[in-house]
């Protein structure tokens, strides 16, 4: 598999961009703050090219690339960016799942002729990514540290910066203590 960086330079992948996007001006600014691996990896996703971050021929991509996965989470947040997801076999003959990304003719025509509707709906679905996640997280550390502990955690970040006394933390600790008891013998 090609490394992506043989085919596209930092400079010939932002002329590409540079002239797809330079009619439309929001989609121009990103290409011009965006870092030069970004520009390179969003060029060949918008040549139509698929993009993965290992080296497995069975996925069938084009090209591949190191710390891709950074690189299209960036990415992902202005452009709609498809993963494919492919069943492997690791270096130790193991079952895993891969991914391949790509940008549909269809999600790149969009993206021109609707851009500040297409830039919205990455948004927002960015944006619920990172709730999940965040749900998540919180989940986590509810499970691995209990209710009590954990809402005390919260509590202590919420209010740590204010001029809480001790007095009023015990209370309010006392409180979440016996909340959280009744709560488990229900």
């Known amino acids: 598999m090609l490394k992506l960086t043989n085919d596209y330079t930092p400079s010939a992948s932002r002329q590409k961009l540079y002239d797809l996007f330079s009619d439309v001006t929001c989609l121009?600014?990103?290409?011009?703050?965006?870092n030069d691996a970004d520009a390179i990896v969003l060029a060949a996703l918008c040549d139509g090219k698929s993009v993965t971050n290992s080296d497995y021929d069975d996925i069938g991509a084009d090209y591949s690339m190191i710390r891709l996965s950074a690189?299209?989470?960036?990415?992902?947040?202005?452009?709609?960016?498809?993963?494919?997801?492919?069943?492997?076999?690791?270096?130790?003959?193991?079952?895993?799942?891969?991914?391949?990304y790509i940008i549909s003719e269809?999600?790149?025509?969009?993206?021109?002729?609707?851009?500040?509707?297409?830039?919205?709906?990455?948004?927002?679905?960015a944006s619920l990514k990172k709730d999940r996640r965040e749900k998540q997280d919180i989940a986590r550390f509810i499970k691995r540290h209990g209710d009590a502990v954990a809402i005390k955690s919260f509590f202590k970040q919420a209010?740590?910066?204010?001029?809480?006394?001790?007095?009023?933390?015990?209370s309010l600790f006392f409180t979440v203590d016996n909340f959280c008891s009744s709560v488990a013998n229900d």
């Open 159 to 170: 209010y740590g910066h204010k001029s809480l006394t001790p007095e009023q933390l015990d």
């Open 106 to 125: 269809s999600n790149l025509t969009d993206l021109l002729s609707e851009p500040l509707k297409v830039l919205s709906r990455c948004e927002n679905l």
């Open 28 to 34: 121009y600014q990103l290409v011009l703050d965006m």
């Open 71 to 100: 690189i299209i989470g960036r990415l992902r947040l202005n452009f709609p960016i498809t993963a494919i997801e492919t069943n492997v076999l690791n270096e130790i003959h193991k079952p895993a799942k891969r991914n391949k």
